[in-house]
């Protein structure tokens, strides 16, 4: 799976900024769809609104979803995307749906703890 995520991110470079569609693409209920624009997001996380990328993180089945959505979010807090108080709620939130001690519990915890200092 780490491999199509790679070959996905090796595509959204290809296509360079100009991907009208990754809003909706992230709120597919279809995993290939919502992977291929959490590759997109991955690759310019400033193109990508921070919402839009919890929305997609919320709304996906599949942990492999989940876990690249999140590396995703982690990746546009770092560059500095910006992103509101209800943001970082709906982050807390998320990440206590996530069973303890997982790796998406442990990044979705460290993106709060995160956002939530820098609230303050």
Do not use: C
């Not at 690759?43 to 990508?48: D, G, N, R, S």
């Not at 001690?101 to 200092?117: F, G, H, P």
Request: aromatic share 10%; glycine share 6%.
């Amino acid at each position: 799976m780490d491999k199509l995520f790679g070959q996905m991110l090796q595509e959204a470079s290809r296509l360079g900024r100009n991907w009208p569609q990754h809003n909706e693409a992230l709120r597919s209920k279809e995993a290939g769809e919502q992977l291929g624009a959490i590759a997109y997001a991955f690759a310019f996380p400033e193109a990508v609104d921070i919402s839009g990328l919890i929305e997609a993180v919320e709304i996906a089945k599949q942990p492999f979803v989940q876990y690249w959505g999140l590396r995703a979010i982690q990746r546009a807090m770092d560059v500095g995307v910006a992103y509101s108080v209800k943001d970082a709620g709906r982050l807390r939130i998320l990440a206590s749906a996530f069973q303890a001690e997982t790796d998406r519990y442990l990044i979705a915890s460290s993106i709060s703890r995160a956002l939530e200092k820098k609230i303050l």
